[in-house]
């Protein structure tokens, strides 16, 4: 039976992935905060626009989510819950806490839905691209019967627990996320100030164990004061305070989380929220 999918929540990753679900013949329906974007993709992939989640819900067998907050999915989880449809399945797609991907998979699973916690990294780029990788939490066999909804966004799907533990492997990637743009901007910021061509030292530094994803995406751009490429961020920031609380529960160095959240919160404040995380290097060079 061919799947009804929903999709909820189209900000730069979630339009691309809605348009990949489309591509597949598989999305029936969009939904969006602002009614207005998801009547406009909805006309463009010839699908219908809803604005009650409840009503999604009774159109749709699987619904993908990609919203911001924690209270947003499990807000929308409780309105899905109201639709009566056993057998519903979110997929969600958003960075929460664990904790809150298992409330909102409770919240299903009593009303005889489930959920999957998949959280997704890979950027704009792998979203545009359905290179995205999908770190799943949740019951094997939901998994399955939504895998050809993630693989038409995805490069690759992992199965790493029950739900949460999507989530808590996406706070490990932020971890790292947060770790190589420090040193890949600290680095580059280096070697602006001593005067090296940006073309010779990024084509060098690709060509050696220096090399990072974040390096050849994001390394021209921030040295170009390009910062309207990618991740915000303000994300980035909210994600992290998500991971601190995890790592001192765990009781882990929290160096890079907690420098992190105090230079994220300075760029913030100076108004530079909306920026992609290489803007970091903003803070990197010398100042003055």
């Avoid at 995805?154 to 989530?167: E, L, P, S």
């Avoid at 680095?187 to 084509?203: F, V």
Wanted: proline share 1%.
């Amino acid at each position: 039976m061919t799947l009804k999918v929903g999709f909820t929540g189209l900000g730069a990753m979630g339009a691309h992935m809605a348009r990949h679900i489309a591509a597949r013949g598989l999305l029936v329906a969009l939904a969006n905060r602002t009614h207005a974007k998801a009547e406009a993709l909805a006309s463009e992939l010839g699908v219908a626009a809803i604005s009650d989640p409840v009503e999604l819900a009774r159109r749709c067998d699987v619904i993908v989510t990609c919203v911001t907050a924690d209270s947003d999915v499990i807000g929308l989880c409780e309105a899905y819950a109201q639709a009566g449809h056993a057998g519903l399945v979110v997929v969600d797609t958003s960075t929460i806490a664990s904790t809150s991907a298992q409330h909102a998979a409770a919240i299903l699973r009593a009303a005889g839905g489930d959920l999957i916690d998949a959280p997704v990294s890979g950027g704009v780029e792998g979203a545009k691209n359905g290179k995205l990788s999908v770190m799943a939490g949740g019951d094997a066999a939901t998994l399955a019967r939504v895998q050809p909804v993630l693989e038409s966004f995805a490069a690759r799907i992992t199965c790493m627990g029950a739900v949460g533990a999507g989530q808590n492997t996406k706070a490990v990637n932020q971890v790292l996320v947060a770790g190589i743009a420090h040193a890949v901007t600290e680095g580059l910021a280096l070697g602006e100030a001593l005067g090296l061509d940006p073309e010779r030292l990024l084509s060098t530094l690709q060509a050696g164990a220096a090399n990072s994803w974040f390096l050849e995406k994001r390394g021209a751009t921030a040295l170009r004061n390009q910062f309207s490429v990618g991740f915000k961020l303000a994300l980035l920031h909210k994600d992290l305070k998500i991971v601190q609380q995890l790592a001192t529960a765990a009781g882990t160095n929290r160096t890079i989380i907690d420098q992190s959240l105090a230079d994220y919160a300075t760029l913030m404040a100076q108004g530079y929220g909306d920026d992609d995380i290489s803007s970091l290097i903003r803070l990197k060079r010398k100042q003055g």
